[in-house]
């Protein structure tokens, strides 16, 4: 599981901040700065040098893979570090059955490791009021509203989740998510009783992918809906409400982005992360550049760049890699688009007159189509080295199938999640389980994105399930104790690509991912090279709404 490796990293860092705190504690005093020696003041000034460098640099890399972590990663130099506990039992995930024993098996882990930590006064809520649990985890529950409950939401028969999405508009197709993640807890509610005799219910407001609207659903679902834990879809959405959700003490789980700034325990404890961040995806694309043109070094990268937070968030990301590695990125130019644009003619004859080495699509929802039909018709991609879409963009039904050959050749980081429609997965135990619940319910299974309901939906379920299992019954506090602790085999996810978090130590779910090419041919794709795993190696991110960083 390499807890242990967690922790041994963990009390690393806080022994460093620990001497940064010492080296700076010593200037505090007047007295002792006056009888110190010159000497000994030069070395003060050069260590507070150094450590003001170490921590700009670890703020810099915060939200991400640092590109050290990631060469590690690619190159298998830190494998060694990984520990195996050889007398956990095996399960046979090629089997249903083995997959159900697999997941009853790791929650009775989380079950008692937070139980343990629960009946020892180390977790769970103190007599201060504050939640504590792994890894330096806290929530003041002092904080909280007035008439804040443990319990809302919570009824004798029902266990309600509200969620903000887009069900209309450029993005409409990722509306498919909720209707697949219904689908899988009707299927839990129907075989299983739901979780605790209580039924799984969500309420689903379509914000179009408006912030201004998502402020609105979320005002009303926690002042009106009586829902118990939200979840949401859209950077630019989450950005906007996820200050007041923290301040309402609602858990707000595994969300549907991966914007860096949802890995922030300490300022934003109720938030749990879900993707790969988009920063680590940055530093992958220029990391694949780097290994796989050597000949062509230094390279024109070309960006097309959804004009919000979510773009945004990947513009910065390749801009730190290529301002960090003029080597590899000899120019950046990045082209942003009006998300709800219904052409990128314009844009990608801007960048086809740049004429980059490589083009990037940072953008998503039914514009990664126009980017891929766009770079083929303009002619630009019978002159490039390489195209990327975004792993937002990876459903093949969606994205890729429709603009036929012109899709041929595209790779993408795809964040190790599989596809339900890809011949190589769809005969997989899992993939063809959901398939079949999606049908039986009158649900085209063709549409990968509906089984991109079920990879949200499993994080959910098993947080939920362990959480009814631990003293004191269902709650939030419980929840938030499961979620932040959460270690999960994830039968949509890559083998090689841990799903796990550890308290405030490591707050990024998913920290790796496949270097995958289209053939469009085949409407699959193709793994090249080893998956990429960076599990517990990225700095958490206090999202500056400002400045666009960490």
């Not at 937002?392 to 993408?412: L, R």
């Amino acid at each position: 599981m390499g807890f242990r490796r967690k922790i041994l990293r963990l009390l690393a860092v806080l022994f460093a901040l620990a001497m940064v705190a010492a080296a700076c504690g010593g200037s505090d005093s007047d007295d002792d700065s006056s009888s110190s020696s010159g000497s000994d003041t030069a070395a003060a000034s050069s260590s507070d040098s150094s450590d003001s460098d170490d921590a700009e640099e670890e703020e810099e890399d915060a939200g991400m893979l640092s590109q050290e972590e990631v060469e590690k990663a690619v190159s298998g130099d830190d494998a060694a570090e990984e520990e195996v506990d050889e007398d956990a039992p095996t399960f046979d995930r090629s089997t249903l059955d083995g997959i159900w024993e697999e997941a009853a098996y790791r929650r009775q882990l989380m079950i008692d490791e937070i139980t343990e930590n629960m009946e020892s006064g180390d977790w769970g809520v103190g007599d201060d009021n504050i939640l504590r649990g792994p890894a330096g985890y806290e929530a003041d529950l002092n904080d909280c509203p007035g008439d804040w409950s443990n319990t809302n939401g919570l009824l004798s028969d029902e266990i309600r989740v509200g969620q903000t999405t887009v069900m209309s508009g450029n993005l409409a197709a990722y509306g498919n998510i909720s209707h697949g993640w219904e689908n899988y807890w009707n299927w839990i509610n129907d075989e299983l009783g739901g979780i605790g005799g209580r039924k799984l219910k969500m309420i689903i407001k379509d914000d179009g992918y408006v912030a201004a609207q998502t402020i609105e659903f979320v005002d009303e679902l926690i002042e009106s809906a009586n829902i118990f834990a939200l979840h949401g879809l859209g950077s630019p959405n989450g950005l906007a409400v996820y200050d007041k959700i923290n301040e309402e003490c609602v858990p707000h789980l595994f969300y549907a982005s991966g914007h860096p700034a949802w890995g922030d325990p300490v300022n934003h404890p109720w938030t749990t992360s879900n993707q790969l961040s988009y920063l680590t995806e940055a530093v992958l694309w220029g990391t694949w550049i780097k290994t796989n043109l050597p000949d062509e070094l230094p390279v024109k990268v070309a960006g097309l760049v959804m004009d919000n937070d979510f773009g945004l968030a990947y513009e910065k990301g390749f801009e730190f890699y290529a301002e960090h590695n003029p080597d590899v990125v000899s120019e950046y130019l990045p082209v942003r688009h009006d998300p709800a644009a219904p052409t990128l003619t314009n844009e990608v004859t801007t960048i086809a007159a740049f004429d980059p080495d490589v083009f990037i699509s940072m953008t998503a929802g039914n514009p990664c189509l126009l980017a891929v039909q766009e770079v083929e018709a303009s002619g630009l991609l019978e002159r490039l080295s390489a195209a990327f879409t975004p792993s937002v963009c990876k459903a093949i039904a969606a994205y890729m199938a429709p603009a036929g050959m012109a899709a041929d050749g595209w790779w993408v980081v795809g964040g190790g999640v599989k596809d339900s429609t890809d011949p190589k997965y769809i005969e997989e135990p899992f993939i063809a389980f959901l398939n079949a619940n999606l049908e039986a319910a009158g649900l085209d299974p063709s549409i990968s994105l509906l089984a991109t309901g079920y990879f949200f939906a499993v994080p959910w379920t098993e947080s939920l399930r362990v959480a009814d299992a631990l003293p004191g019954g269902m709650s939030r506090t419980n929840l938030m104790l499961a979620a932040r602790s959460i270690d999960i085999y994830h039968p949509l996810m890559m083998d090689g690509v841990a799903y796990e978090l550890n308290g405030a130590a490591d707050a990024f779910a998913i920290e790796g991912s496949d270097f995958s090419q289209f053939d469009a041919t085949a409407q699959t794709w193709n793994q090249v090279g080893d998956i990429v795993d960076g599990n517990g190696n990225s700095p958490n991110c206090a999202w500056d709404k400002e400045n666009g960083g960490c």
